[in-house]
C-alpha cells in the first residue's frame, strides 16, 4: 500500500475494509437471533423445490456462527499485525520485498560455496567449464532469455549474443560491465541535421551501400555527403565507435530494422533502448558465471583444468 498518491485512497481503502467487517458482524447478528415468524404450520419458509423439498425455518447452527466469530476475530487480529489498513504497515512491519529479500540471502548464502569455486577462474577458462556453464545457462534463461531469446539470439531492438557484433564491445570485462551496470542507448533524432527529407532518403541509401545492401547508387552518392552529420558518433567510416554504443553501420547487422523506411524512421525519430542492470538483483559471482556464459556463445573457451 505504499504506491497511494494522496492520504485518500488510504482511508478510502482502510475504511472499505473496516466496513466490510462490520457488515459480516451484522449479517451474524442477524442470521443469529434465532427463527423468523414462520408463514406456514410446519415450520417451513414455504418454499419447494423439485415436489417434495422443503426448506425449514432453523436458526443457524451455533457451531457454524461461532465459526464466523472465529474467523472475523481473526481477521481483526491480521490487521493489527499486518498491513491491510491503507498505508497502515502493521505492528510487525512484514512487507512482500522484505519477504523476497530475506528468501534471495538466504538463498546466496546457501549457493555461495557453490559459486566460490567459480571465482578465482578466469572467463575464458570458466566457459570451458561444463558445470559451471550449465549453471550460467540457468541464469541466463531466468534473467536474460525474457528480451535476448532461450537461443540468445535475440530479435528486434533486442541484440544477438551469439555472433561477434557488439554494441560496447565484447571482451569479459565489457560484458561483465553491461550485465552489472546495464546500458542506456540513445540515438537523437537527427532529420534536422542531415536536411531536408530528401536529404534523409539519401543518407538512408548511403548507409545500406556501406554493407553492400540493395541501394540507389545515385542517391547513396548524394546522401554521403551528408552523412557527416551522423558520423560524429558511428565515424566517417561508419564502423561504429563501442565507446558510445553507436553500431557498426557497414557490417549488415541491423538491430532496429532493416530497409530505407527502417533507417528513415530512425534518423527522423531517434531511437532509445536500455538493458537493466542487474547488479541489484544478482551477486559478483552470479555476474562473473553469466559473463562467461555469455562469452563463450560467441567465443571459443580455453579447455577446462582435469
Not at 277 to 284: E, I, P, V, Y
Amino acid at each position: 500500500m505504499s504506491d497511494f498518491n494522496t492520504e485518500f485512497w488510504s482511508v478510502y481503502v482502510a475504511g472499505l475494509t473496516v466496513a466490510s467487517i462490520v457488515a459480516c458482524l451484522l449479517l451474524l447478528w442477524i442470521t443469529a437471533r434465532g427463527k423468523t415468524p414462520s408463514a406456514t404450520a410446519d415450520n417451513t419458509t414455504g418454499h419447494v423445490w423439485d415436489e417434495d423439498l422443503r426448506e425449514m425455518n432453523n436458526p443457524m447452527p451455533r457451531w457454524w456462527m461461532w465459526l464466523f466469530v472465529i474467523t472475523i476475530v481473526f481477521s481483526l487480529l491480521y490487521l493489527v499485525a499486518y498491513p491491510g489498513l491503507g498505508s497502515y504497515q502493521g505492528e510487525l512491519r512484514w512487507t512482500t520485498r522484505g519477504e523476497y529479500d530475506a528468501e534471495v540471502q538466504r538463498a546466496n548464502q546457501e549457493l555461495g560455496p557453490l559459486y566460490a569455486q567459480f571465482a578465482a577462474k578466469k572467463t575464458e577458462e570458466l566457459a570451458g567449464d561444463a558445470n559451471a556453464m550449465a549453471i550460467g545457462e540457468r541464469l541466463f534463461m531466468n534473467n536474460c532469455a525474457q528480451c535476448h531469446g532461450s537461443d540468445a539470439r535475440g530479435s528486434k531492438s533486442f541484440p544477438n549474443l551469439a555472433d561477434a557484433d557488439w554494441l560496447y564491445g565484447g571482451s569479459p570485462d565489457k560484458i561483465r560491465e553491461t550485465i552489472t551496470q546495464g546500458r542506456k542507448g540513445q540515438m537523437p533524432p537527427m532529420a534536422a541535421a542531415v536536411g531536408t527529407p530528401d536529404d534523409v532518403r539519401n543518407v538512408a541509401h548511403y548507409v545500406l551501400s556501406l554493407s553492400n545492401g540493395p541501394h540507389d547508387s545515385v542517391r547513396a552518392q548524394l546522401g554521403k555527403t551528408r552523412f557527416t552529420a551522423c558520423a560524429a558518433c558511428h565515424g566517417m567510416d561508419g564502423k561504429g565507435n563501442q565507446a558510445l554504443g553507436a553500431p557498426n553501420l557497414t557490417d549488415d547487422v541491423w538491430l532496429h530494422g532493416w530497409g530505407e523506411q527502417a533507417i528513415v524512421s530512425i534518423v527522423t525519430s531517434g531511437k532509445a533502448n536500455e538493458m537493466p542492470a542487474q547488479a541489484g538483483k544478482l551477486t559478483d559471482a552470479q555476474i562473473h558465471v553469466l559473463a562467461s556464459y555469455v562469452w563463450g556463445l560467441s567465443n571459443r573457451p580455453a579447455p577446462a583444468k582435469p
